[in-house]
């Protein structure tokens, strides 16, 4: 079954489309206030700006409402479903959960872009069935017309100040195939075979020795070599029995790859909360959580993970 199937039950999921402060407001303020009015947790994950406005406008409703900094919470996209919106909802599972949550913005690179649009589509998939709305502002006066068409695609329904409508561009498969995108791994990176799990030690030891002449800090090289060990770890067990490890530096960014002849077919892979007695699974998830970006290829003859960290001045 695709995502465009799934039957959407409770589940409500509009792209809220402004282009002002004013129309910000007008969308989105009735929408939190009515569901306090009604006993709905509400939360609002947005990025700092629109943040401060909505608190602004809220007045003392704020204080009803879980405010988030979607810049720090979000900064990857694969990390919002299980940490923001999957944490929030469940939460209160016997109540309607509202959520505002913004996680594309005129900031956003065209590195993180592609993770951002398979996420819009991929909230479909995570909460269907759900007694949750998620609606997700877009500034359609500061965002490219290519990422207003994607949001038709990655959400069944619009709200505008021209009023409420269904998409009839709805197509969140299609999304998450075409944003299924290759990185090119640099000509500079350097790269190591790991074979067998006496090796995983070794790939940790490459890792961070990298990381550290690259120029990461000693806090982000001991998470990169938490997420090598559960990368690795990973291809090893589920992918063949061997992989590519390969790390590089790009602008302000550290580059780890993963590369294995494994394929995902589970696009929620790393975006479920670990149930407490859940044994294993945890891998990706815990990348997903301490990575500043990832990006997934999977193809049947391989899957390959970039994993970002972000090197600070």
Known sequence: MTITDLPLGEFVHPAVFYSSDEEYLHLLVPFVVEGLEQGHPVAASVP??????????????????????????????????????????DLHPDNHVRIIGEPIWAGRTDVEYPACAQHEALINLAFAGRDVTIACPYNTAALDEDVVTDALATHPLVWETGGRHGSDRYAPDAVV????????????????????????????????????????????????????????SNSLRHAGGSCRLSIWRVGDDLVCTVQDNGHLVDPL????????????GRGLLLVNQLADLVRVHTVPQGTTTHVFLHIAP
């Open 177 to 232: 195939d075409r944003y299924n995108q290759p990185f090119d791994i640099a000509p500079d990176a350097v790269t190591l075979e790991v074979t067998t799990s006496a090796g995983i030690r070794d790939a940790r030891r490459f890792a961070t020795a990298h990381a550290s002449r690259l120029g990461l800090s000693d806090s982000r090289t001991a998470d990169l070599a938490l997420m090598t060990t559960e990368l690795v």
């Open 269 to 280: 892979a790393g975006r479920r909360p670990a149930a407490l007695d859940q044994e294993g």
């Open 48 to 89: 700092a700006r629109q943040l401060g406005l909505l608190r602004e406008g809220l007045g003392a409703a704020a204080d009803d409402v879980l405010l988030l900094d979607m810049e720090v919470e979000g900064r990857n996209p694969s990390r919002i479903i299980p940490m923001v919106l999957r944490r929030f909802a």
